[in-house]
């Protein structure tokens, strides 16, 4: 083996191919390996990436043993029907299988039906909380690592309790809630019991009858928030609080041709983070077929609330829930 000779120009031209010669331009990890024999420009591609397919010039290329060659009209419509992956089932960086917490794996396990005897890596595998080769995804590390936000820095929920029906700063209470998405969902349900106390309201009678809005209300609209949210967004889940309502704010809006009615008809199902959503439905924490939010709405108005407003607005989804229950 023979080093090179000038090792900064080999890293300039590699850069600029992985930038200008690829269409998108190709993310690439150049790192200088020292041998004896001299320097050796190690080239690593990410073995995922949304942008994939990537084209050469004019040309598309897939790999064929030891060698490059351009694909075929069946290979390429096969790339391009493959290149749909989702951003929660890629590898989480700087995430390595110790990074999972033996304690959540053992809880998700035992909380899921009969495994008929599956190992536990198989079933992760299953989950997609890993990779084949046993590197926890986004999934994984926001299910079941201690401190997800190592990995996501902005997967993390705010919830604030303003006084009054405005923003201001005169707040009742502010947490930042951490850990794992169930520990962030679980936190959340807590904060807005606490401070949506139950509305008074008098019967024929003249008898006081109080209502709370249902604690499944309040676990559905958080873990759809949670679940729904784009993650590659800088930015958090917000729950605002106020005397007269209470406002669920999450990156990222509806998916393909989703509109804020077929959400309120149901069963319309389009998840932008699958393998997190099916693992929170299999822990029982949401539904699985677009039928959650039928079902808070029908729990609401039975409860004497008005129905969830949803609004779309600046690539965020925002749900506002009226604490006033009418007489």
């Known amino acids: 083996m023979t080093g090179l000779d000038d090792i900064d120009v080999a890293q300039r031209t590699v850069a600029q191919i992985a930038r200008d010669s690829c269409n998108p331009a190709l993310r690439v990890d150049l790192d200088v390996l020292d041998f004896d024999e001299g320097p050796v420009l190690h080239v690593a591609v990410p073995g995922f990436l949304p942008e994939r397919p990537f084209r050469g010039d004019s040309r598309f290329f897939v790999r064929d043993g030891a060698m490059s060659r351009e694909a075929t009209s069946e290979e390429l419509k096969h790339l391009l029907h493959g290149s749909t992956a989702h951003f929660d089932e890629q590898p989480a960086p700087r995430a390595n299988r110790a990074d999972l917490d033996p304690v959540l794996i053992a809880e998700l ?19 997609r909380a890993i990779t084949d080769d046993g590197t926890p995804t986004l999934a994984g590390v926001l299910m079941l690592s201690a401190e997800p936000q190592r990995f996501v820095i902005d997967a993390y929920v705010t919830a604030v309790r303003f006084r009054g029906v405005a923003m201001s700063r005169d707040l009742v209470d502010r947490k ?29 009678g003249l008898k006081r009858v109080d209502r709370r809005i249902p604690p499944d209300v309040w676990r559905e609209v958080v873990a759809n928030a ?66 959650g939010v039928v079902h808070m709405i029908r729990e609401l108005t039975e409860a004497g609330y ?11 989804m925002r749900v506002t829930l009226r604490l006033e229950a009418p007489s």
């Open 109 to 127: 396990v035992a909380r899921l039906p009969s495994r008929a005897r599956v190992q536990d890596e198989t079933l992760l595998r299953a989950l």
């Open 176 to 204: 930042e809630l951490r850990g794992t998405v169930v520990h962030q969902l679980e936190q959340a349900v807590a904060f807005l019991e606490l401070h949506t106390p139950a509305s008074s309201s008098s019967s024929s």
């Open 226 to 291: 949670l679940a729904h949210r784009d993650y590659a967004v800088p930015s958090q889940v917000r729950i605002f609080v106020f005397d007269d309502r209470v406002e669920v704010i999450n990156p990222g809006g509806l998916l393909n041709h989703m509109t804020v009615d077929s959400i309120r008809l149901g069963g319309v199902s389009q998840r932008r983070n699958p393998y997190l959503a099916n693992m929170l439905h299999r822990l029982g924490y949401r539904e699985d077929m677009g039928v």
């Open 306 to 316: 008005p129905e969830p407003e949803f609004e779309v607005r600046s690539g965020e």
